[in-house]
């Protein structure tokens, strides 16, 4: 399968404790984005990359988020003191940049978070 | 700001009725429409998009949606449901602060009853 792909598929953690997640982009794909989903929403961005450059963050990306992009394969994104309010699925993106306007992003099957 | 709203929160229908589900966008740029979909149990994947040129655009699975300026809509339709199309759909525009990623609407849950 060449498609995008996310580790863990489902974390549960105590409230306070450190989680980090993988996500692996296609692999010709320059492009790496990190959504976040509650239920009964949409999707919300929380921050993308260009190859290792991280180029625009949401003001929903709060301090105790990090994400990285080291080689510009595989990205992590890391949520450090969890609170319960970071329960939500975690979805990935990626796409490949040829100029212009946003294009299609292909999406992976997400990590869903739950802190108790 | 960018922003999407989807007027219909659940819908339930029957096989063979037709769809049409409201997408409506507030965007100052350049105009660039999304319709995803989301299988139970599965990704988001792109059903189809709108760039420029005929405002009907038609994607995947039959599915078709028209793109109506003056009314800053981007409805989805489908003439005939089936049960293999009950999951939940999402209208998206471009956002962020360099239209470089996706706004998405709430979403809509379609069920569709054998």
């Known amino acids: 399968d060449t498609g995008v792909s996310q580790d863990p598929r489902h974390k549960i953690t105590k409230r306070g404790q450190n989680v980090t997640f993988r996500c692996d982009p296609i692999?010709?794909?320059?492009?790496l984005y990190w959504y976040r989903q509650t239920l009964g929403q949409g999707p919300e961005f929380l921050t993308y990359?260009?190859?290792?450059?991280?180029?625009?963050k949401s003001r929903l990306l709060s301090d105790r988020f990090s994400a990285e992009r080291p080689k510009g394969s595989f990205s992590t994104l890391e949520i450090q003191r969890t609170e319960q309010g970071d329960s939500a699925m975690y979805l990935c993106?990626?796409?490949?940049?040829?100029?212009?306007?946003?294009?299609?992003?292909?999406f992976g099957p997400g990590t869903r978070l739950t802190v108790t | 700001a960018q922003s999407v709203s989807q007027h219909n929160h659940h819908v339930i229908l029957s096989e063979a009725a037709s769809l049409e589900l409201g997408c409506n966008y507030s965007y100052g740029g350049t105009v660039n429409l999304f319709w995803y979909v989301q299988y139970p149990g599965q990704h988001l994947q792109l059903l189809l998009k709108y760039f420029s040129g005929d405002p009907l655009v038609k994607g995947i699975k039959g599915f078709e949606a028209e793109f109506i300026k003056s009314k800053f809509s981007f409805n989805l339709r489908k003439p005939s449901v089936q049960w293999s199309d009950t999951a939940e759909y999402f209208c998206a525009v471009p956002g962020g602060n360099y239209g470089q990623n996706f706004v998405f609407g709430p979403g809509t849950r379609l069920s569709v009853l054998p």
């Open positions: 993106a990626s796409s490949f940049l040829a100029g212009g306007p946003v294009f299609e992003q292909y």
């Open positions: 990359f260009q190859n290792e450059a991280q180029l625009e």
């Open positions: 692999s010709e794909h320059n492009r």
